[in-house]
């Protein structure tokens, strides 16, 4: 399984950005999808997820940040507009097997590579 995470990089605070996450070797109409993230010297904390039907974005990122999902290409995508510097982190996509969206770090069944989101205030 392999989940290619792309689209990071540095934006002006207010910008916006567009995450995309490829998954490949997965039967991905039976995952959930989603990111978490990780700022420096922080814990990885869950951000947005997404399965066939429904989606949930963490309550302190609601209204900026966007999830969704093209099944036909196995990917997933996050938007998120009106950066803030505290958005700054590498962000890293999941997979979870079934329908669930109450993910933790330990219940996500595989990892993608992270991608570095940079917010200059």
């Known amino acids: 399984v392999q989940l290619q995470a792309s689209g990071g990089g540095l934006v002006q605070a207010g910008g916006s950005l567009k995450l995309s996450c490829v998954g490949s070797?997965?039967?991905?109409?039976?995952?959930?999808m989603g990111w978490f993230r990780q700022a420096p010297g922080k814990e990885r904390e869950f951000v947005s997820a997404?399965?066939?039907?429904?989606?949930v974005v963490s309550d302190s990122l609601k209204g900026r940040f966007t999830i969704s999902r093209d099944s036909a290409k196995a990917t997933i995508y996050l938007q998120m507009n009106n950066l803030k510097s505290e958005d700054t982190a590498v962000y890293y996509c999941?997979?979870?097997?079934?329908?669930?969206?109450?993910?933790?770090?330990?219940?996500?069944?595989?990892w993608g590579q992270g991608t570095l989101v940079t917010v200059s205030s």
């Open positions: 999941a997979a979870r097997y079934g329908a669930a969206l109450s993910w933790t770090t330990r219940t996500i069944s595989w």
């Open positions: 070797g997965l039967t991905f109409r039976n995952y959930g």
């Open positions: 997404i399965n066939w039907s429904d989606s």
